[in-house]
Each structure stands twice: as structure tokens, then as C-alpha cells.
């Protein structure tokens, strides 16, 4: 397998400290993606270097970092694929840094876990389970991965720190489409505001940067949409 020398520019920051670049040379082949290429960092050259990172395979979420300057989850991206001789990496936008590549994720999952609310994951249903008699296919409502890739890229996350962010309406519409427990007009009144669905600039940056196919910019426009019928309702006396 061919290998390669390419640069690394990292983003750094130790509390006290002035953020700065430091650059490393890495050698990487076809298959290193950047995740690899900077665990090959910490463990050859720099072991103050800190990123986070658990499954390898963009399935937990904690990898998520900005790459040449575009949110992506770093397992999955390959170096040489990039096409860059240097590779410039550096931490989420819009969240509390802590360290290097490292932010402070828990304002995002502050946001939309309150007790009325409360975020629940995927149930994934196995592609062989018989379906119950009435229903002609399971519709799979939750993808999101709590990466914080489209908060990071949401350019009103940027200025208004109230806003509640892509990742929690798209967790509220699906609340409004597939209640279980949860109740949608308690979802729809939460994001019925000046920091929720009504601020979104529907530029769809969310939806360009998310690994996951969640779409949340659609589901913020699912929202709109579900507050102007209950209004129109509401108005001629046609309901809640
Ligand atoms: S569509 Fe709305 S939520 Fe998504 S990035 Fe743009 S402003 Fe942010
Ligand atoms: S909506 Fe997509 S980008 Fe946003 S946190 Fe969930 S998986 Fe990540
Ligand atoms: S390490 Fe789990 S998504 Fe990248």
C-alpha cells in the first residue's frame, strides 16, 4: 500500500494558555483516516495532543471535529482522500472548548433534555422483524448520533447562544411526528419562540454537515409547518 508524508496543522489550546497550530508530518497510507493520523500524532510525537473518540466505525458521536474547515466525524474520513498536502484540523464551533480538539458537550445535551422532553434513542428495529399486522414498514425516527456536528455549523448557534440548536428541534419533530410518551404539544410549544424554529435562517448547513441523515433542517421546517396549521386551527375554531 502506497504511504505518504502529509501535514498535519492542529489546532491547540491548554487553559491559560494562547490557542496557536502546531504542525506534525505523518506518514498515512489509502486507509488512515484523520482520526488514526492523529492518535499516530499522540502516540508518536506529541502525547499532550487531546481528542476524543470511542467507536471507530461513526457510530458514537465523539469524534466530531472541523477538517480543512468543515465539520466531519474523523473515523471516517481518509487523509489522502482530502487531497490536501496539509490537513488542517481543529474543534467543533459553538460549544465551551476545553482542550485541543476537545469541547464541552454537555450545553448541547442540556438543551433538549428536560423532563417534559426527554431525549430518547434510537429504537432500531431488525430489517427480519414480522411486521405487526396494519403496519406495511417501520419508519426509523432517530438517527442522531449526538455528534454536534450541525450545532457547530449552524451559523445562528453562532450568534445566539438561546438558540436551541438543529440537533434539539430535529429530536423535538420527531417528538410532534411519533410521540410515544412524550407530548408533541409540549415539543411544538418549546421550539415556538424567537430561539427556536422561528430563528432558523434555513441556510441548511445542519443538514449538509450531518453524518447521520437526520435532515435538520428539514425537520425544523416540519415544525413551522406543524405551529402554522395548530395557529389556522386554533383561529377557526377547528381545535387544538
Ligand atoms: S437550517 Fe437553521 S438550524 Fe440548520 S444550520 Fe441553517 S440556521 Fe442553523
Ligand atoms: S442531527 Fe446529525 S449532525 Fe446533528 S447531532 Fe444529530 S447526527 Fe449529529
Ligand atoms: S469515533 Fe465514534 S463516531 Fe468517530
Known amino acids: 500500500m502506497a504511504e505518504r508524508k502529509v501535514e498535519l496543522k492542529v489546532f491547540r489550546y491548554k487553559?491559560?494558555?494562547?490557542?496557536?497550530?502546531?504542525?506534525?508530518?505523518?506518514?498515512?497510507?489509502?486507509?488512515?483516516?484523520?482520526?488514526?493520523?492523529?492518535?499516530?500524532?499522540?502516540?508518536?510525537?506529541?502525547?499532550s495532543l487531546i481528542l476524543r473518540h470511542?467507536?471507530?466505525?461513526?457510530?458514537?458521536?465523539?469524534?466530531?471535529?472541523?477538517?480543512?474547515?468543515?465539520?466531519?466525524?474523523a473515523?471516517?474520513?481518509?487523509?489522502?482522500?482530502?487531497?490536501?498536502?496539509?490537513?488542517?484540523?481543529?474543534?467543533?464551533?459553538?460549544?465551551?472548548?476545553?482542550?485541543?480538539?476537545?469541547?464541552d458537550m454537555a450545553p448541547f445535551y442540556d438543551r433538549y433534555?428536560?423532563?417534559?422532553?426527554?431525549?430518547?434513542r434510537a429504537s432500531e428495529f431488525w430489517p427480519k422483524t414480522d411486521l405487526p399486522d396494519g403496519i406495511a414498514q417501520y419508519t426509523r425516527y432517530e438517527n442522531c448520533l449526538e455528534c454536534g456536528l450541525c450545532v457547530s455549523a449552524c451559523p445562528v448557534a453562532g450568534t445566539d447562544s438561546e438558540y436551541l440548536g438543529p440537533a434539539a428541534m430535529a429530536a423535538a419533530a420527531r417528538v410532534v411526528a411519533e410521540p410515544r410518551d412524550s407530548d408533541p404539544e409540549?415539543?411544538?410549544?418549546?421550539?415556538?419562540?424567537?430561539?427556536?424554529?422561528w430563528r432558523c435562517h434555513v441556510a441548511y448547513e445542519c443538514t449538509e454537515v450531518c453524518p447521520s441523515d437526520v435532515n435538520p433542517g428539514e425537520a425544523i421546517m416540519s415544525l413551522r409547518g406543524a405551529l402554522t396549521r395548530r395557529k389556522f386551527r386554533r383561529v377557526f375554531g377547528l381545535g387544538k
Open 15 to 47: 487553559q491559560g494558555q494562547t490557542p496557536h497550530y502546531d504542525t506534525y508530518n505523518v506518514t498515512v497510507d489509502e486507509n488512515t483516516t484523520v482520526l488514526v493520523a492523529l492518535q499516530d500524532v499522540r502516540r508518536d510525537q506529541d502525547t
Open 54 to 73: 470511542s467507536c471507530h466505525h461513526a457510530s458514537c458521536g465523539t469524534c466530531g471535529m472541523r477538517i480543512n474547515g468543515q465539520e466531519q466525524l
Open 75 to 103: 473515523c471516517v474520513v481518509k487523509v489522502l482522500e482530502l487531497g490536501t498536502p496539509t490537513v488542517v484540523v481543529e474543534p467543533l464551533q459553538n460549544a465551551p472548548l476545553i482542550s485541543d480538539l476537545v469541547v
Open 113 to 120: 433534555n428536560t423532563p417534559e422532553m426527554p431525549y430518547i
Open 186 to 197: 409540549f415539543a411544538l410549544n418549546w421550539v415556538d419562540n424567537e430561539h427556536g424554529c
